[in-house]
Nanobody, 115 residues
Framework: EVQLVESGGGRVQAGGSLRLSCAASGFTFDDYAIGWFRQAPGKEREGISCISSGDGSTYYADSVKGRFTISSDNAKNTVYLQMNSLKPEDTDVYYC????????WGQGTQVTVSS
C-alpha cells in the first residue's frame, strides 16, 4: 500500500525557516518523482517543487525559487523541503504527492508564517 506521511509543519515568524519531510512507503522510491504542493482555503492546490529521486533532477515554482530547497534521502525513502526566508503568503497546508499507479497524496501539514 502506497503511503505518504508529511511532517515538520508549524508556526514561524516571517524570515524564519522550516523543514518539511515526506516519508514514502509501498513503492520503489527511486523510480518515481515526489512533488510538494500547497493549498490555502478556497484556492487551487499549487505545485511548488518536485524531485526525481532516481537522478536528482529538481523543479521549483517561481514563487519559491531561491528560498526553498528540495532533497531526498533514498536510504530513508524520504523527501525534504527546506523552506527559508518564509513569508506570510507561504501560509498554507503543504502536501506531498507521488504518481505511481495513480496519484497519491499525503495528509498535509500546516505551515503558518506570521508577520
Amino acid at each position: 500500500e502506497v503511503q505518504l506521511v508529511e511532517s515538520g509543519g508549524g508556526r514561524v515568524q516571517a524570515g524564519g525557516s522550516l523543514r518539511l519531510s515526506c516519508a514514502a512507503s509501498g513503492f520503489t522510491f527511486d523510480d518515481y518523482a515526489i512533488g510538494w504542493f500547497r493549498q490555502a482555503p478556497g484556492k487551487e492546490r499549487e505545485g511548488i517543487s518536485c524531485i526525481s529521486s532516481g537522478d536528482g533532477s529538481t523543479y521549483y515554482a517561481d514563487s519559491v525559487k531561491g528560498r526553498f530547497t528540495i532533497s531526498s534521502d533514498n536510504a530513508k525513502n524520504t523527501v525534504y523541503l527546506q523552506m527559508n526566508s518564509l513569508k506570510p503568503e507561504d501560509t498554507d497546508v503543504y502536501y506531498c504527492r507521488a504518481v505511481v499507479d495513480r496519484i497519491y497524496w499525503g495528509q498535509g501539514t500546516q505551515v503558518t508564517v506570521s508577520s
